[in-house]
């Protein structure tokens, strides 16, 4: 009978060893909530691949894949502030316009397709090229539709729909009526009119403001539209939540979470949020024949496997765009027309912006703070033009930025871009920190091999990374990339809006800004041993270095020869690479001849 | 004996349990640091009663009560990051002079009375009236003072205060007669100079930034001054704490606190927290005799059940401050007067700035930093007067806005506010979110319908909302209003200078923004149902609907005969809001016969 | 056997507890994490002694102490979000370049030295006056080195150094070739360049902002050269975590920590942290021998006791900066030369900028976001000329401002800081507190008593501080500093760029711009005492106090004279101080014919 009372010890023991846990708990948990990034810095730094982000949507049309900050083991990008996301829509899909809590800085990996970004208060400056402006236009399209009765999947409804045709046909008699009176009363009636609708392709980087709600239709026939983004919700605009919130406007989507990502379940849109009595008054519509219609299609398509993304049954939606005047349909998608705007964009994205009514005015739009000049703010430049470099060197790669300078919209949302190619094996990007933001990099192809080093000069990252992995660099760690394949491109997201990074070797890098002599003794030797330290790698301005004349291969060989196995991961981008590619063959060759004297041309970067 | 070490195991267990617990807490610690609007939405938002806040000043002389995010059971305030307040303040009372460490957008809901903000380095422009530059006043001054000796409430104290006049004669003389040296010697000495006073009254909107000292003066006999606010404590001005601090210049006040609340207890001025030797020195006065008197006065009130708000023996204050020129003392507080003042904002103001010496310079301000263009800054604004309106439907409502493009002190401090007023039973406020800001609404009459929607289209709120409730609607959160009583009044505080709101419907709202078959293919539905859809509400600019066509009463029985419920709600503001009432109910008469088509007009906003 | 059944409903019991308890400790975690300003005012105030902060580096040459928010028991540091550092660099060493995740605002207390600061991309305009533009300088350079052939601490080294000599010879003479033929192709190979180089001396106050290289060399043969900063971890620069951390280019350095303190260890240099082969290829250098170099020494210097401050063996580096024409070498230091920039700031900054290459360009930075005008921004000022003083008080003391209005660089950062001395015992410093900054307080010569008032009136600090403490007065908490010895000087770090100060006695005060009667109201008084306190302290315009006539000590004997327990701390800055201590001697004289009616001067201060 010892053992009880000496339990009841233990027991008070185990209480009290408890208590204090909790205390130190305590304080440790104050001061963890402030060190994502020293934590990160102890566990070292992991690529991260898409697929294995735990929160998901999924449908026909397309997915949806993202991490958040508050979701468990997502240390880099609690560090970061930043949620990643990658979405595919399927060809003849439609994702379904969304809003979300805090900005996107959104890449196009590959495809082509239609984007719409609702801004409050700004002008449906498009319009049906169908509808004329006196527009009787709306008669025209209701016969057009006639013939083709639905635009999305599912057939099994067609029956379904006709039922209802005749009871609306009443409504639909006094409202014809009503709308002729309009016009005769000199209301002009409006034709498809939206918000300006930009097309996207591979390269282009586009600025989404927290709470504009965007929808993505992916209109070729062939291939899929993949976008990669990161959601700052750390950014001044979200006041919500830590989390990326997705809310839909309406229809309904399935949210799948592994264990830790954030709980999932049916998000529905806000429309459907509301009560059908409630939107009818709002709406003003005599009956509800429409809202309990929605209702019923919105589950519908859930159950035939729509979600976020839309299968469209007829293929190609009847949106009003510019279009190009001339070309095949086939090509459309890589037309140089778009590219051409970027070289003029002072006038050429202004022009653009109001196509059919260019000195259209906000009409009354409710708060009158949305300004005019927001209205028609470049939110789309694309960052892959070879023409548009900011950094080039022949034979090793090139660099595009998008900053604040270049693009006000990134000033408003403080996030920057970054472009770069190594267009050879052993290639490198200098080792070097970015003083004022984090870097988070998307591979887009090729592979390369990086090292990270933290503040205490630990390799917290050493290895390779390879196309459609994600890498984040903290801020003030240094890094250094090198091409490992034939070729290494990348893009890097990075949180602020004017970030300046410091290179630690090559002219005008940090060991080149301070005297010789502070250098040899810090890094504990001699005077000339510092000028040779220092005098390293003049030719090079700018990040972007060739490959060493030490390197291991041959220089005489042409290195496009030399790697086969590379040639998978460049194949698939054959066809919109050809003509880049050509030119750097071509380089190479010519450079074969003038390794041991580079010629380096360096396109200021505040263009 | 089997018992023992199955427990043995048990406790194993239990600690094991305990632990691993523990850690599974921990992580989720670690993440719900930062999400309580995710929280609120998954609990619900539900409107509060300032009655209810769990920190509370009273009084002789008035309330103020108020919640801090850092509160228990406050998480829409933690989603939100404000704290919420209202201060009654009864006639003839003094709300002590008191900072802050967060700025304060306040508004006044009924009531009238005398603000006093003092702003560093600002100059003294006000000047008492009986004062003349040449200023024999102070004499003049203190024979009329000995007509009325006291000015606060506590007859118990006269004995006691003239006890200590004698000995306060000889520094009296000493003092008396340096003054005149001193205006021999060339020095002009000042009457009774103060920063500028500022009348506030039912409907206006005050900015008092963090740190500057206000005081609040009810000089009305018969009428409550009462005044709602948000204290913006995230705020950048706000560098100490989450929580809402008050500090009282000098006085005592006693703050309780329910269980929840902030830790109660008495708070001192600033001016008592020092040592009585430290003050005399840097006060230079040749005996403590005042500060003696200080402290035991300021005990003594509180001891007579004077806190934050001292009632007023005497009743009015002798407070520099301009009068209206004509017309009785009676109305003086609702003078329209006052009103002009907005419409010539630019110069009017401006010019009120510096009624008695209007060149005057900020004579030598201790710092150097303020500037003098922020001296004259409008911190006050009328936010419901009907002609200021900037959106107006007849027969349905109004709004009118202040944001950083109409204030520039609402830039400053980075917040907004609207007033609505629907004006008619089913007249709605439409479907719509706010981009970049919590919506934070106060409901100063009558009563509405209410629908709040989350991301994941749950409704988090619908419910009927009455006079004197906050309720927050969080960032990007879609909600519909709708007045369930003859009128439903509210002013919205908005974290944001200039919020930007999306209608769902109407004209220019986010479904007209999009073309008709991305509405049909979200929704579910046909193309010439969306353009059903897209149609609706046509005829409305701006988020105020009339009520729907359809709706269930009557249109030709006049609606001001026919809800005899909501007249004592209504009958309260029967005095000051006639004129508007008559307005209101021909307006109704006249909408009867043309209620097929209202005619709506809108100000622009931007004025 | 009653006892284990019973057990078993304690362990229920002691589960529950446990779980209730966690449930309770959850609640006070959530509002613990932004309070600690609140915490700091229940428990008060204390001064902080920079050697007993927990975290140390310590070398031969010097010492660096620090403290960060999220070390154990710093409440303070915690509330006011910034981390508090002490430098100590010894006579002939060389603190090594670092750069930090957070913007330093550092004060130098005693002695001068050279600092650099290398920002990115920026222009190498500082060249080794040995060097001509034509340049065979690097041959006269080299020569010169082999009569001193190493610049460091470590004889022992020496055969090691010339062990290697050979073998570079080769690597040397092909890089000579190649730079001759560089220079026959007439790309001018520059000298030993590197960016600005400051002097800085006692007083001088410096910002550098996050991720900027910066290193300290003092030069003084016989002097320390003594820093003090705060770093401020919630600067929106830093985006890395709310620990200071420090990042060394190159070199090793052991950081000590006391329990609590940050985790120590050794911190290598960022260029050490990455892999010899990957160094190898961006340097583009044949052999690794350098860098094998690099890392032998690095080690063994670790082992020869030095750290992040080298002391060097030669003495004197030879660095290019600008010297003073005429004068000697030993009263360098303190040469009136460098002061005089202060007065023409404009121009005479401006023109120091460029000395060599007047028109300098940026030479292609990589990534152009570094504008030309940041390059040339002010980082440097004098905060303790007498001549250049904001507010001076004769027989009191003085106030020097630095804010955004005076030097851009602080407007970027959002830090300013003040310099107060009070010159007499019994001078204040009036009572006052600063509406929307943090104040950190240290003290630089003698000591004074202050007091601090939090919210509720408590005064959570009453004492005396001395040279050398750190003392922190948080935002909107009232503060009055009287001068206990002859002297007390200190610096005041604001955490705003534009700080401003509310006094709550003398002219302009808080006090005198409130009208008499609701003073009087507020205090409990009747009107001609509130009159008596709003008329104290009418001479004094700026928070410097004269000592009040009412002060114990005679007036008529010379303050000097009387107090000899200030001799000890006034004396070591005997050599520096001489004129100044002169002046005021004359002053404290002529004074005390005047007493009764000081003048006082007072230069504006947005100079």
Redesign the interface.
Known sequence: ?A???S??W??LL??LV?GV??EA???A???????A??RLSNRGIHPRDPSQFPNRFRSHGGTLQYASP?D?NMTDLD???VALLREIIRPYS?S??R???APHLLYVERGSGLL?I?T?????T?R?PFATPSCPH?EE??RR?RRR????ESESERES?YEYEEE?ED??ET?QRRQQQEQEQGQEKEG????K?RRVKEGDLVVI?????F?L?NDNPSQELRLVAIVDVSNN???????Y????????ARLESEEGGEEG???????????ND?????????NTT?LR??ER??S??RQQGQGLH?R?HRGQ????HPRQRRGEESQQYYEPEYEEEEEEDEYKEEEEEYPCERRGR??????????EGSCSMRLRQSLNRADNA??YVRGAGR?N?A?A?KMPALQVVGLAADYVKLERR?A?F?????????RIMYVTRGRG?I?I???????VF?GEVRQGQFLLI???F?A?K?ATAQIFEWVAFL??G????????G??S????????????????????A???I???QQT???I?T?????YYSRSSSSSRTYPEDLDSTTESQTTETETKTEAETETEAEAQTETQPVTA?L???A
């Open positions: 009978m053992a009880p009372p339990m009841l233990l027991l185990a209480l408890l846990r909790g708990e305590r304080e948990l104050i001061s963890e909530r402030r060190d990034c020293n508050a468990a560090c970061a502030g439609l379904r316009p809003y979300s809590n719409g609702v409050p208060g700004c002008p449906t498009f049906n709306r399209d209701r539709r009765p639905y635009d999305y729909e609306e409504e639909h409202r498809d009119t939206c918000q609708v403001f927290a709470g504009n709600t929808w239709d605009q979200n006041q919500l939540d830590r989390r919130k997705t809310f839909l406007v309406s229809g309904e379940g049916v998000s529905r849109g806000v429309l459907q949020g509301f009560s409630v939107l009818q008054r709002a709406l003003d519509i005599g429409i219609h929605i299609r919105v519908q398509q839309i469209l939606l009847d949106i009003p906000r009409r009354g739009s409710g708060n009158g703070v949305a300004e900011d950094i660099v930025l900053n300078l052993g490198m200098a080792p070097s920190f970015v003083v004022n933001a984090h091999r090292q080093v933290d503040d205490k000069g630990r390799r050493s903290p801020q003030n240094a250094v090198e949180t602020d004017r970030p300046l990074r410091e290179q630690l070797v002219r005008n940090l060991i080149q800004s301070m005297p010789r002599q502070v250098v040899a003794a810090t890094c504990g030797i001699r005077g000339n041993e000028e040779q330290l005098g390293s790698r301005v700018g990040p270095l490959p060493p004349s030490s390197y360096v200021t970067a505040s």
